[in-house]
């Protein structure tokens, strides 16, 4: 089946600038996370949602980075006013809910964000 | 809280040698612990993990790891080293409780297996 997928794979912009950085999750997976990789670094927690509700968001930096799932699938992380250090390739992971919360997360390809 | 520790940013073995990939873990509560592999501009791959049933877990690829809570320890091992198994490899540990389910990663291995 159909994995993880995020859109766009690249994107450059400029300091200042708007983004939205999409996530496609795995069908039926309720569980959708969000992680940043900066560069020679593992992955950084930023949100997770439940449904379409945001479950844990104290990974996010700061107010400038905010989240949405309205309707529980797609998901959707927004950066306003970009600076060059929020430059990292933005991972996204879903997961199908298990006893126990023995979950695997499912990991997409990752969108690769530069800020100019 | 939890944390992850990895041993080595580098490691370089010959090609049919033993690979030893070290995880060192920190948790306030039962851990549940996970081996990614991640090959050069794709996402990452679970490899194994560990979810408190046997201490002893194969995974993929022919990997496997041995939760040893005594050593605070989930070393990733193989008994013989393929070129293609070079690639990034992270340990993360997540809570087992409920509410703890984001996963904190280490800073990653990256593995070279020499011809």
């Known amino acids: 089946g159909a994995g993880v997928s995020q859109t766009p794979s690249n994107k450059v912009t400029e300091k200042g600038k708007y983004v939205e950085l999409r996530c496609d999750p795995i069908?039926?997976?309720?569980?959708l996370y969000w992680y940043r990789q900066s560069l020679g670094q593992g992955p950084e927690f930023l949100i997770y949602f439940q449904g379409t509700g945001a479950a844990d968001d104290s990974g996010l930096p700061n107010d400038r980075f905010f989240a949405v799932r309205p309707e529980g699938s797609v998901s959707t992380l927004k950066i306003q006013r970009t600076e060059r250090g929020d430059s990292a390739v933005y991972l996204c992971?879903?997961?199908?809910?298990?006893?126990?919360?023995?979950?695997?997360?499912?990991f997409g390809p990752g969108t690769r964000l530069t800020v100019l | 809280a939890q944390s992850v520790t990895q041993l080595g940013s580098h490691v370089s073995v010959s090609e049919g040698a033993l690979v030893l990939l070290r995880c060192n873990y920190s948790s306030s509560v039962p851990p549940y612990l996970f081996w990614y592999v991640q090959y050069p501009n794709q996402g990452l791959q679970l490899l194994l993990k560990?979810?408190?049933?046997?201490?002893l877990v194969k995974g993929i690829n022919g990997f496997e790891a041995e939760f040893k809570k005594s050593e605070t320890s989930f070393h990733l091992t193989k008994p013989s080293a393929h070129m293609s198994d070079a690639a990034e490899y992270f340990c993360?540990?997540?809570?087992?409780?409920?509410?703890?389910?984001?996963?904190?990663f280490g800073t990653g291995t990256r593995l070279t297996i020499i011809p």
């Open positions: 993360a540990v997540r809570g087992s409780n409920f509410g703890n389910e984001k996963l904190t």
């Open positions: 069908s039926g997976h309720t569980a």
């Open positions: 560990y979810t408190s049933a046997a201490t």
């Open positions: 992971a879903s997961s199908q809910r298990l006893a126990g919360g023995r979950d695997t997360q499912y």
